[in-house]
């Protein structure tokens, strides 16, 4: 293998990876920062596209694709794909998140490929499904957010509509599919078979929507947008200070008792209008009115060392940079560093999972394009020659 382990926990797995874009990537990504051999599988490039990710130099690009190794392959031409059947061959894993039509049509599919190799896990992430009413669609991560109901929670009361901040469906639907895949694997210990998992941008946004979905399925009451109040606990949500707003949560009974204590207002406990979570519920407009009274009164360090400190959860709302100022984000090393082609001395999101054994690194910068070649090919049996052939005709 042509670059350093980020990890053992998963280095006796090949995947080959063919996907694109976000959700794709964001599977595969978990697979390679634990330590699967992974072959990031693109079409031979003329230009710096990226293959549909952005250019190879941006920032998106070089913190989804890092611990891969590169091959290009023109799979629109027969000996392409004949290089990828072989591969598929002695593969443990591969990836797509192509159009659902597209890896039949190119004969690249579960059902052709595992007939080759009964214990191929392969796995599909698409935009609606792989099969039914609305699986033809084109999937993209804000049409899931709007039609998986998460924009309709989102945002101030009358406001319309509003996306979040990040690609959410793109995300959740990359990771659960990539927890398929890790269920897979151990599934195929036990049976010595592999199989086709499957998710979509719409059924992990729809999973996403949690106890907001429980509310309906359950007791028929359709959630609305609540802006920075939390739907069901309150007082939650964001209160002026007089330097800057902070985030205060007061879940249940008890801390909303230390938090009136800790606000110097126990009156407040007193008050029928607030004695429990459904009075507040009701009144939480004049409720939220007479805490921002008082906090604006005190800075919001002085708030947060103060609610902290007497058992209430407060924090700072930061911006990125600030984000990464944090003392205690600088020790958890969720910025870790690395050497890319293209950038330099950088550094990349890390994992967000500690492991006392088996941890993960960011062993290798993303690829340049095509930069495996060689090595993948020589592996499969080709000569040098043979490899210059294909080369020159485009095939690599």
Not at 34 to 46: H, N, S
Request: charged share 25%.
């Amino acid at each position: 293998m042509g670059i350093e382990n980020a990890s053992t926990v998963l280095n006796k797995y090949k995947v080959l990876d063919l996907t694109r874009v976000r959700s794709g990537p964001t599977c595969v990504r978990q697979l390679a920062d634990w330590g699967a051999d992974v072959i990031k599988v693109e079409m031979p490039v003329t230009d710096n596209a990226g293959q549909l990710g952005g250019p190879r130099e941006g920032a998106d690009f070089q913190n989804l694709h890092r611990n891969k190794r590169s091959l290009t392959l023109n799979l629109k031409e027969e000996r392409g794909l004949e290089i990828f059947r072989k591969l598929a061959r002695e593969a443990d894993v591969i990836v797509e998140n192509f159009r659902p039509d597209v890896k039949f049509r190119l004969g690249i599919d579960y059902e052709t490929l595992s007939k080759d190799n009964p214990g191929l896990v392969y796995a599909s992430i698409s935009g609606f499904g792989q099969d039914g009413p609305l699986s033809k669609r084109p999937g993209f991560d804000q049409i899931a957010q709007g039609m998986g109901g998460l924009m309709s929670i989102t945002g101030k009361p009358g406001e319309g509509p509003m996306r979040v901040g990040i690609p959410i469906a793109d995300l959740t639907a990359g990771i659960f599919c990539a927890q398929a895949i890790l269920l897979a694997l151990l599934e195929r210990e036990q049976s010595g078979k592999g199989q086709w998992v499957q998710t979509s941008l719409l059924q992990a946004q729809v999973f996403m929507l949690d106890f907001q979905a429980a509310r309906w399925l359950v007791d028929g009451d359709i959630p609305k947008q609540a802006g920075n109040n939390h739907p069901t606990s309150i007082p939650t949500g964001v209160f002026a200070t007089s330097d800057g707003y902070m985030n205060i949560a007061v879940a249940g009974q008890a801390i909303w008792e230390r938090f009136c204590a800790a606000m110097g207002k126990p009156e407040w406990n007193e008050n029928p209008d607030y004695a429990n979570g459904a009075a507040r519920s009701e009144n939480r407009d004049a409720l939220n009115a007479e805490i921002e009274a008082v906090t604006r009164q005190d800075t919001m360090a002085n708030w947060i060392e103060k609610l902290n400190g007497a058992g209430v959860p407060c924090g700072e709302i930061n911006d990125i940079r600030q984000v990464f100022e944090s003392p205690q984000v600088e020790h958890l090393e969720l910025a870790q560093p690395v050497r890319s082609h293209e950038r330099g001395d950088t550094h990349l999101v890390g994992q967000p999972i500690h492991m006392s054994r088996t941890p993960s690194k960011i062993a290798a910068p993303p690829p340049t394009a095509g930069e495996h070649n060689d090595e993948v090919l020589t592996a499969l049996g080709f000569g040098a020659a043979e490899i210059e052939t294909l080369r020159r005709d485009g095939v690599i």
